[in-house]
């Protein structure tokens, strides 16, 4: 009987997982989202308000958020979508006074957007339910590419192209390194303008934006045109598509 007792215990614990994985795969958002919801009581457990790091079983346990049973998903959603310009990239704060890129895809998923694009940038957004994934998109360690088209002021140099390429200082960290080159130079009457090729393996905040300026040459004009093996290509703004099987195997592979 005894044995019994912890064979039923052993497999109960293997069915078990953090609660913020359980609710980044019914759609609350990546990880760190979920735990800041676990942190601020909004999750009970079987009635119980939940700890952060606490286990359960979402087979055999009543979990919820605000009072509201979750919902795991059967199957995971992955969409692309051209965010234009004035559209936010996140959630927004909820009082409709700008449109976010949940408001261009009316779809039946809990979807959220992972990473960001700020306001005035635009291009290529992935939008799911699946929290795992949004986690390997927006960790530096699964080294997914981040490539953008960026249109900025005068013609940079060589050296500041250089300088970029190694890394400057913001907020008093360097920045990992990256690739920068040129696409093509533009030049209306006395003004020039020069395109250039900005592929990134982190992420922070308007980054290329500050990077560009901190070396004299401000955005005009940012596109992100690739996450990893997923390309804008000529989809238009505003519009979205499902990810390919193979383009969502490659993102889960961890290799862009």
Same mark, same amino acid.
């Given at each position: 009987?005894?044995?019994?007792?912890?064979?039923?215990?052993?497999?109960?614990?293997?069915?078990?997982?953090?609660?913020?994985?359980?609710?980044?795969?019914?759609?609350?958002?990546?990880?760190?989202?979920?735990?800041?919801?676990?942190?601020?009581?909004?999750?009970?457990?079987?009635?119980?308000?939940?700890?952060?790091?606490?286990?359960?079983?979402?087979?055999?346990?009543?979990?919820?958020?605000?009072?509201?049973?979750?919902?795991?998903?059967?199957?995971?959603?992955?969409?692309?979508?051209?965010?234009?310009?004035?559209?936010?990239?996140?959630?927004?704060?909820?009082?409709?006074?700008?449109?976010?890129?949940?408001?261009?895809?009316?779809?039946?998923?809990?979807?959220? =957007? $992972?990473? %960001? *694009?700020?306001?005035?940038?635009? /291009?290529? #957004?992935? @939008?799911? &339910?699946?929290?795992?994934?949004?986690? !390997?998109?927006?960790?530096?360690?699964?080294?997914?590419?981040?490539?953008?088209?960026?249109?900025?002021?005068?013609?940079?140099?060589?050296?500041?192209?250089?300088?970029?390429?190694?890394?400057?200082?913001?907020?008093?960290?360097?920045?990992?390194?990256?690739?920068?080159?040129?696409?093509?130079?533009?030049?209306?009457?006395?003004?020039?303008?020069?395109?250039?090729?900005?592929?990134?393996?982190?992420?922070?905040?308007?980054?290329?934006?500050?990077?560009?300026?901190?070396?004299?040459? =401000? $955005?005009? %004009? *940012?596109?992100?045109?690739?996450? /990893?093996? #997923?390309? @804008?290509? &000529?989809?238009?703004?505003?519009?979205? !598509?499902?990810?390919?099987?193979?383009?969502?195997?490659?993102?889960?592979?961890?290799?862009?």
């Amino acid at each position: 009987m005894r044995d019994l007792r912890y064979a039923i215990c052993d497999t109960r614990c293997a069915m078990e997982e953090r609660l913020q994985k359980i609710l980044a795969r019914a759609g609350f958002g990546a990880r760190r989202v979920c735990e800041d919801l676990i942190r601020q009581g909004r999750v009970t457990v079987n009635g119980e308000v939940a700890r952060l790091g606490q286990k359960a079983d979402p087979q055999r346990d009543r979990i919820e958020v605000d009072g509201r049973p979750i919902r795991l998903p059967r199957e995971y959603t992955y969409i692309a979508l051209h965010k234009p310009p004035g559209v936010l990239s996140d959630e927004g704060d909820g009082t409709g006074r700008r449109p976010t890129v949940l408001d261009l895809v009316k779809h039946p998923a809990r979807l959220f =957007p $992972v990473g %960001r *694009l700020d306001l005035r940038s635009e /291009g290529l #957004v992935l @939008l799911t &339910d699946d929290g795992d994934l949004a986690l !390997r998109l927006t960790h530096p360690r699964f080294g997914h590419e981040k490539e953008y088209h960026v249109l900025v002021e005068g013609c940079p140099t060589e050296e500041t192209l250089e300088k970029w390429s190694r890394g400057v200082e913001l907020d008093g960290k360097p920045t990992a390194p990256a690739q920068v080159s040129v696409l093509r130079r533009e030049k209306e009457g006395t003004k020039e303008r020069t395109w250039l090729r900005v592929v990134l393996w982190e992420g922070r905040k308007r980054q290329i934006r500050r990077t560009a300026a901190l070396l004299g040459h =401000p $955005v005009v %004009r *940012l596109i992100r045109v690739r996450i /990893g093996p #997923v390309r @804008l290509s &000529d989809l238009p703004p505003g519009k979205w !598509r499902p990810l390919t099987p193979a383009e969502i195997r490659a993102l889960k592979g961890g290799h862009g």
